[in-house]
């Protein structure tokens, strides 16, 4: 017996499915070089335009020149730096909570997260379009582990009335290939009416949602009550690379004694948090970045709805069109590509069978002229296509 990798592999070309890398020859931003060709790009997250900002950059060295390359260590030992702890505290204060902790990635906060927080005899409960990261997270955990409709909260209701020992709820706040934000208030509400703990990713929320770019739980005015676990991510509306936790003073000492993604890995460069220190002033001080992304995503949906393309329900810089079949998706892809537009087609198993999309996401370094630029080729690629836009 011997793994059939070729087979699989196969099979994946057959259904459209195969991942290729495209390989960046440039900085992240609008105009970027994408295997030897120029492209006008609509696919990266990095939605304030920080990622090549040059006072983020200068950031870096400076902090390089001090603090050197490499963290060293993992933080309970010797790789917990000055700049980690001022970044802890800026982003304590930035959410409104007592502490915050940093992760390498993501996907290391949310697997720390919850396994820190349940384990056998208890219920992780999690929203059915939760990021894979979320959804691992919940199974590796050993706890219960159970999916309620999308955004339902009378779905919610329904599963928590089962669930037994500690239970935690999970969610996105905005949902990464449907653009759509969680309903957070009404699964607060139930999440609070039977003793369990709302934990909340915000890693599209930061910087684009809120008042001050807080992210969706500022946006809708909740509290450290409401969601005790709150996880955001670096490398995108911040344009550096990292995650965080924020909670309450015990939450995050627990984290820091029982979270093996967090016990057992080297400190990210203490460079990066102050790369990171000087985005997120940014993000706090110039609000042009967030009214200007906003104005985008406006004039986007409405040539959008014009062309007749399927929009998601979203107001957030993540604009999805639906297309439906896979190769459809790949097809109309390449042909933006064709014309000098990157827009990556998503398809399952990132997303639903039958509901592949090209994924548009906007950034407030774009311009409203570069975005009528996507437009109109929109227009002409799906014009092209015998079944036309309303088919979508």
Known sequence: ????????????????????????????????VVDGQPLLAFCNNDYLGLANHPQVIEAW?????????????????IGHSAPHHALEEALAELTGRPRALLFTTGYMANLGAVTALVGQGDTVLEDRLNHASLLDAGLLSGARFNRYLHNDASSLAKRLEKATGNTLVVTDGVFSMDGDVADLP?????????????????????????AKGAGLVEHFGLGLDDVPVLVGTLGKAFGTAGAFVAGSEDLIESL??????????????????C??????????????????????????????????????????????????????AVELSRMLRSRGMMVTAIR????????????????????????????SALADCFSELQTGPNHA
Request: aromatic share 6%; net charge positive; glycine share 8%.
């Open 1 to 32: 017996m011997s793994f059939d990798l070729a087979a699989r592999l196969a099979a994946r070309r057959a259904e459209h499915l195969y991942r290729q890398r495209p390989l960046l020859e440039s900085p992240q931003g609008p105009q970027v």
């Open 61 to 77: 060295r400076a902090g390089a020149s001090r603090w050197g390359v490499g963290g060293g260590a993992s933080h309970l030992v």
């Open 186 to 210: 009404a699964l607060a509400r139930e999440t609070r009416a039977r003793g369990a703990w709302l934990m909340v990713d915000d890693a599209h929320g930061f910087g684009p949602l809120g």
């Open 256 to 273: 820091i004694q029982f979270a093996r993604p967090y016990i057992y890995t080297t400190s990210q460069p203490p460079a990066l948090a």
């Open 275 to 328: 790369a990171t220190l000087k985005s997120l002033e940014l993000l706090r001080t110039e609000h042009w970045r967030r009214e200007h992304l906003a104005n985008l995503i406006r004039q986007f949906r409405q040539g959008a709805e014009q062309i007749g393309l399927e929009l998601m329900d979203s107001f957030t810089p993540i604009q999805p069109i639906m297309v439906g079949d896979s190769a459809r």
């Open 348 to 375: 399952p198993p990132t997303v639903p069978a039958g509901s592949a999309r090209l994924r548009v996401t906007l950034s407030a370094a774009h311009s409203e002229a570069q975005v009528q630029l996507l437009l």
